[in-house]
Every structure is written in structure tokens, then in C-alpha cells.
């Protein structure tokens, strides 16, 4: 998966959409190319977050996340 900065300013209906609600939401605009199967996967994992719940006792204490992937398979080497 790639995250690029994207140039063009994304509106701010589309904005506000998504603040709040999605994980990886930033203020600034960028935006991630991936193929399907990446997709796919970040919904299954992610379909069932919910903003308002969080594993601390004070809302106001900072989360810390850690999020890792494995290789698992190599398919094809290109020798430049």
C-alpha cells in the first residue's frame, strides 16, 4: 500500500464525513492506493471499529496503537 499527498484540496462536506469515524482519517489530504485484496482486508479489519470505545479508563488518557503485517510469500523478483 502507497500513501501519496494528494495536490487537489478535498471538500469539506467529504471532510467532515469522515472525522471522527475512520482510523486513519487525517486533516490533511492524503490519500492511499492499494489494490483490492489490501482494501478488502483494511474493511474486514476495521468494519467493526467503533470511535466511542476505547480500552482506558479516562477518555482523556492517550491510546497507544501498534498495528503490523508479515510477508508471507514472495511471488516474483525483478531484477533491474
Do not use: W
Request: include cysteine.
Amino acid at each position: 500500500m502507497k500513501c501519496v499527498q494528494v495536490i487537489a484540496a478535498v471538500p469539506k462536506v467529504l471532510e467532515r464525513k469522515y472525522e471522527g469515524h475512520d482510523p486513519f482519517y487525517s486533516p490533511k489530504n492524503y490519500a492511499c492506493l492499494a489494490g483490492y485484496h489490501e482494501k478488502r482486508l483494511l474493511h474486514d479489519l476495521l468494519d467493526s471499529y467503533n470511535t466511542l470505545e476505547r480500552p482506558v479508563v479516562n477518555e482523556s488518557d492517550p491510546l497507544q496503537l501498534s498495528f503490523g503485517l508479515t510477508l508471507m510469500q514472495i511471488i516474483d523478483v525483478i531484477n533491474n
